[in-house]
């Protein structure tokens, strides 16, 4: 199972990113995929997360700025980052709870990361 991040760049404050995520391989299920980031200096901190129902979570510092989506048909994910700002640099990591069997309990599976950087 892998998880392949992209979308990631420069961008000035106030501008708009999309990130996408893919989950491939072999497997039975993935349920909760998530978006998390790292900043400079700090711990690996939450910014969204979607169900495999479609519900969703955000931390406080995005709410209404950024939107997560999911297609459960190609098992990817979607963040929609508007009004970026300063502090939303970081690196992106993308998560997924994976059942590779449906006999076998589920994993979270981690992608590779993609750096947003937001600077004038």
């Known amino acids: 199972v892998q998880l392949q991040a992209s979308g990631g760049g420069l961008v000035q404050p106030g501008g708009s990113l999309r990130l996408s995520c893919a989950a491939s391989?072999?497997?039975?299920?993935?349920?909760?995929m998530g978006w998390y980031r790292q900043a400079p200096g700090k711990q690996r901190e939450l910014v969204a997360i979607?169900?495999?129902?479609?519900?969703?979570t955000y931390a406080d510092s995005v709410k209404g700025r950024f939107t997560i989506s999911r297609s459960n048909a190609e098992n990817t994910i979607y963040l929609q980052m508007n009004s970026l700002k300063p502090e939303d640099t970081a690196v992106y990591f993308c998560?997924?709870?994976?059942?590779?069997?449906?006999?076998?309990?589920?994993?979270?599976?981690w992608g590779q990361g993609t750096q947003v950087t937001v600077s004038s």
């Open positions: 998560k997924a709870q994976i059942r590779r069997q449906f006999n076998l309990p589920r994993n979270d599976y």
């Open positions: 391989g072999r497997f039975f299920s993935a349920n909760d």
């Open positions: 979607v169900t495999v129902g479609g519900s969703t």
